[in-house]
């Protein structure tokens, strides 16, 4: 549609080039005649500058006969708007102002040239080239062909149609064009409309503000209607682009609305939206649009619905009817800035007619207000009007005896931007004034002068425009020249007596700091559902913490299904896609929505296992102290000084200690628990074993020397000798340890191997072979000790110990080998649990084998204890 448009302008400006060409060609060289003339409403007033303005005044235009068999006559508009006039007047009494103000383009003085535009293009388009080439009949050209052009800048044009195909033309002539009404986002390109700028915000900042407050109540799932026009295509598609980035939700539907009145275009549209599950309806159209889709909808009975109004009508008065506000009702609009013009009303209550010149086109507007106020005509009226009984106007009527809009300056928006947009070209034009020659924006630093200013120097001065308008609003443009954008929000509030007022509820700007940003006071909406809160409009429930999204296939996004997260991850925010990892140390609570730090497991003081194991350590301890005390206190006597005394305390002493150190494997891992735990295990028992390898040794030894010729092996084993063997077959433990702890020492780890939910404190060995080598040292010499008691097995009974070795060996050889492949497969603290429990069985063991017969001679047979006894016993047998 653009290309075609941009090429019938183009072509349209050339036609208009060539025919004034020829024409000047046919008269004299130094004049050229204007062939024909536009009639069009306008106002005039004389300045040294003069400003251009293209209003809609009237809503219709009535076209000629086009057959071309006579000359075509003018076209007309009819259908007075006077909101339209009041823009007028509005810019007339910025004039006005500007021209009072000493200190704003000081003795200077300011003229305008304001148009209607009939809310046609091609009016519009004409009062444009009108505005450009001036209405003069003949010109006279002079040698150096200099000057200004009859206007330096244009406030205008209220659509953006109009605004598209004018600004395309004066850009290639880099005239300024300030619009007040003109919101489609495609103006804001800078290399197809370089001179266009406007004080309203446009179509983008919109469709961000109605994006914010779709995020505030949060609704997420909301249909669209648009206008079939530039407006409305622009406005889709920076929804859909702006609201995909945004995340904040997405379109049940999107349907355009026909121009005309098209009764199964309506209706499909409706069944569309009731078959939706969006609640929130968001339209970029305009009054006559909606005013036909309303009447389907009115048929159709749908109520229950959130409408969203853009500024084309938020402020609609034909809407706000009793028959329809039971569906419009409560709706949310954004609207136009709402400023105050302090002076206005009392200027428009100036206005007057002008008699003398009521006929004439450029001077029948106000009359033509005056006509539709008073509903009289002037003179001489129509045949058809006195025939009627119709009034004569006087020009003496009184405004303020009439109800009218005209008046009603409580509620200016698009009049309010009429007025920044003239001051934003006088401030530009004060600042041509103030430039100071050598120190200019232009070559060679000269500046612009009133009387030869091109308009493409205005340009210049108004993108650097900055003031602020007595209400505190400041005006600027932004590269793009777009103002500062911001919004009202309102609210169609149904009174109980069946009038409709609309109420400012917030505003949506971008500020300086905090970027965009929406007010709003919800306290104050009027909401028209039977709940009276805001509807819920939504196209999947969020998914609650713990579980994540899936889409639905060949859905919008917004359509999903909420699936639990897998053990160990969680989300903690609402409709994500994935779930998050938990840390090592920490797992997913039972609602997958939180980390949680892991159970530890370790074989502990507290659990029943734990306890047992602590009392049995201890319990063992005890035994060996108690024995250690009867062998203390009957140490004289023959049972316990057989067979070396000294051995007995010594190994009941490192019984004790293999006691002992069973209570390092219990509790939580640490460095120096876990470096001594195998330590104090290896030393202990190689203790015991040594002691108990010396005594197999010595009962040998006694009983060869027993022999003829055997008394030399006495002298091997003697005291120091055992407790020298002894030394050494426990310090070869020690350097074993040593070498251990110093190669590859063991360390406390956390395992998280073993379960997912629980982190199982361990001691790892470090070096396997370390640990290897010391338990095959304890089994070695536990084997030789076996091997020389069963050797001597069949001595004398009275002082052979050799078959409690045998069987306390077996008992220790049984729990060690049984052990091995029980530790290996068992996880966690039952490995502590069985390494403890073998250790704890082997000390029994080995405490109950050797010492439980003659603990039980020395208190219960006593008289068995005798050097008498024990040797008859052995003569006997």
Not at 45 to 57: E, R, S, Y
Not at 681 to 701: E, N, Q, R, Y
Not at 758 to 770: A, L, M, P, Q, R
């Amino acid at each position: 549609m653009w290309p075609i448009l941009h090429t019938s302008l183009l072509m349209l400006v050339l036609f208009e080039y060539a025919f004034s060409s020829t024409a000047s060609s046919s008269h004299f060289s130094s004049t050229c005649e204007l062939q024909g003339q536009f009639h069009l409403n306008g106002m005039h007033k004389a300045g040294d500058v003069v400003l251009g303005g293209l209003f809609q005044i009237h809503f219709f235009t009535t076209f000629p006969d086009l057959s071309f068999t006579s000359k075509p006559q003018q076209l007309t508009c009819n259908g007075f708007d006077v909101l339209g006039f009041r823009q007028v007047q509005t810019m007339t009494f910025a004039i006005d102002e500007i021209n009072r103000n000493v200190n704003l383009l000081p003795n200077v003085t300011l003229g305008y040239s304001l148009f209607d535009n009939c809310l046609t293009l091609g009016v519009g388009f004409r009062a444009a080239l009108a505005l450009l080439n001036g209405q003069e009949e003949q010109i006279t050209l002079n040698k150096t062909c200099v000057g200004s052009p009859p206007i330096v800048g244009i406030v205008g044009d209220s659509s953006s149609r109009s605004s598209i195909a004018i600004s395309s033309v004066l850009g290639l002539y880099r005239v300024p064009m300030v619009s007040y009404f003109a919101t489609c986002s495609c103006l804001s390109d800078r290399q197809k409309f370089p001179s266009f700028f406007r004080t309203i915000p446009s179509d983008a900042f919109q469709v961000r503000a109605m994006i914010q407050i779709l995020k505030h109540f949060g609704w997420t799932w909301a249909g669209l209607l648009i206008s079939d026009d530039d407006y409305g295509l622009n406005a889709a598609r920076s929804f859909q682009t702006d609201l995909s980035l945004s995340g904040a939700g997405c379109l049940a539907y999107l349907e355009v609305l026909p121009w005309e009145k098209d009764t199964t275009e309506l209706k499909r549209i409706v069944d569309v939206m009731k078959k939706s599950t969006a609640r929130v309806v968001i339209v970029f159209a305009h009054e006559n649009q909606i005013i036909n889709f309303m009447e389907e909808v009115v048929r159709q009975n749908m109520t229950g619905l959130q409408w969203m109004a853009s500024e084309a009508w938020t402020a609609s008065a034909v809407l706000q009817t009793p028959h329809l506000m039971p569906y419009l009702g409560g709706t949310l609009g954004i609207a136009i800035r709402q400023g105050e013009i302090p002076g206005l009303k009392d200027f428009l209550l100036q206005t007057r007619p002008d008699l003398l010149h009521n006929n004439s086109y450029e001077n029948s507007i106000v009359n033509q207000f005056w006509e539709f106020t008073f509903q009289c005509r002037f003179a001489p009226p129509s045949l058809d009007w006195v025939e009627a009984g119709g009034t004569l106007c006087t020009g003496e009527e009184d405004l303020e005896a009439v109800e009218t809009e005209f008046l009603d300056v409580s509620n200016l928006r698009a009049d309010y931007n009429v007025y920044k947009a003239v001051y934003a070209l006088a401030y530009a034009l004060n600042d041509v004034l103030r430039c100071e020659q050598g120190r200019g924006p232009f070559s060679e630093h000269t500046c612009a002068t009133l009387q030869t200013l091109q308009p493409w120097q205005l340009v210049y001065y108004l993108e650097k425009v900055n003031f602020t308008t007595s209400f505190g609003d400041r005006v600027s443009f932004d590269a793009k020249g777009d103002a500062l954008p911001i919004y009202d929000v309102m609210n169609w509030l149904w009174l109980p007596d069946g009038r409709t007022e609309i109420q400012n509820v917030g505003e949506v700007k971008i500020s300086e700091f905090k970027g965009e940003e929406l007010i709003i006071d919800e306290d104050k909406i009027f909401w028209n559902l039977e709940s009276k809160k805001p509807p819920h409009s939504v196209c999947s429930e969020n998914c609650l913490p713990g579980t994540r999204m899936v889409r639905r296939k060949g859905e919008p996004e917004c359509c999903f299904d909420c699936i639990p997260c897998s053990e160990g991850k969680i989300i903690n925010i609402t409709n994500s896609l994935e779930c998050i990892s938990c840390p090592e140390d920490f797992w997913s609570s039972p609602q997958r929505d939180y980390c949680v730090p892991k159970k530890t497991e370790f074989l502990s003081y507290q659990e029943p296992l734990g306890i047992c194991l602590t009392a049995a350590s201890l319990l063992g301890t005890c035994i060996c102290a108690v024995v250690l005390g009867i062998f203390t206190y009957h140490r004289r006597t023959p049972i316990v000084r057989a067979n070396n005394s000294e051995l007995s305390f010594q190994l009941l002493v490192s019984l004790k200690l293999c006691f002992l150190c069973s209570l390092l494997f219990i509790g939580r891992p640490r460095l120096w628990t876990c470096q001594l735990r195998h330590a104090a295990f290896g030393i202990s028992f190689v203790l015991c074993v040594s002691c108990i390898l010396v005594k197999t040794m010595v009962v040998l030894a006694v009983f060869k020397s027993s022999k003829p010729g055997g008394g030399a092996n006495l002298k091997w084993f003697g005291a120091m000798q055992q407790r020298g063997t002894v030394l050494v077959l426990t310090s070869i433990q020690a350097a074993i340890c040593t070498a251990w702890l110093v190669s590859s020492s063991p360390t406390p780890f956390k395992n998280t191997q073993y379960y997912d939910d629980k982190i199982v404190y361990e001691c790892v060995v470090g070096s396997t072979i370390g640990f290897a080598v010391l338990l095959g040292y304890i089994g070695l010499l536990a084997l030789l000790s076996f091997l020389l008691a069963f050797m001597g097995r069949n001595l004398p009974d009275n002082f052979n110990e050799a078959k409690l070795i045998i069987f306390s060996m077996l008992i220790f050889c049984a729990v060690w080998v049984a052990f091995v492949p029980v530790y290996i497969s068992s996880p966690g603290k039952y490995a502590d649990a069985v390494e403890v429990f073998a250790i704890l069985a082997s000390s029994f063991g080995l405490l109950l084998a050797l010492f439980g017969p003659k603990c039980y001679i020395i208190l219960l047979r006593p008289e068995r204890n005798t050097k008498k006894a024990i040797m008859g016993r052995g003569i006997k047998s």
